[in-house]
């Protein structure tokens, strides 16, 4: 099992910055694939960012690229994601996930196992 608790969100004003964080324990950490996810109210869960276990590989959604950065500690067994020129679209409930699966993918639902509760970021125009 593994257990995931973000943290981080909040309210902010379109174009400012938050960073989210994931800390993770129940498992070797260093060996988990991680990811984020987002869901806006009616919307479906779509891919934000996702890491390799070694962090050498990073894959970003279309819609954030640029603008976030997924980054991992693994002495804190923490993943974050760094994110910039926020706008009003990037509202949601915003959830990691992990994999203990080293070559799991990375951008899929599908790809991931285990689901933190999630943070609610804010935007405001």
């Known amino acids: 099992q593994v257990q995931l608790v973000e943290s981080g969100g909040g309210l902010v004003q379109a174009g400012g910055s938050l960073r989210l964080s994931c800390a993770a324990s129940g498992r070797t950490f260093s060996r988990l694939v991680m990811g984020w996810f987002r869901q806006a109210p009616g919307k479906e869960r779509e891919f934000v960012a996702g890491i390799s276990w070694n962090g050498d590989t990073t894959s970003y959604g279309n819609s954030v690229k640029g603008r976030f950065v997924i980054s991992r500690d693994n002495v804190k067994n923490t993943v974050y994601l760094h994110m910039n020129n926020l706008k009003p679209e990037d509202m949601g409930i915003y959830a990691c996930?992990?994999?203990?699966?080293?070559?799991?993918?990375?951008?899929?639902?599908?790809?991931?196992?285990?689901w933190g509760q999630g943070t609610q970021v804010t935007i405001s125009s």
């Open positions: 996930a992990a994999n203990p699966q080293v070559n799991a993918g990375l951008r899929s639902t599908y790809d991931y196992i285990y």
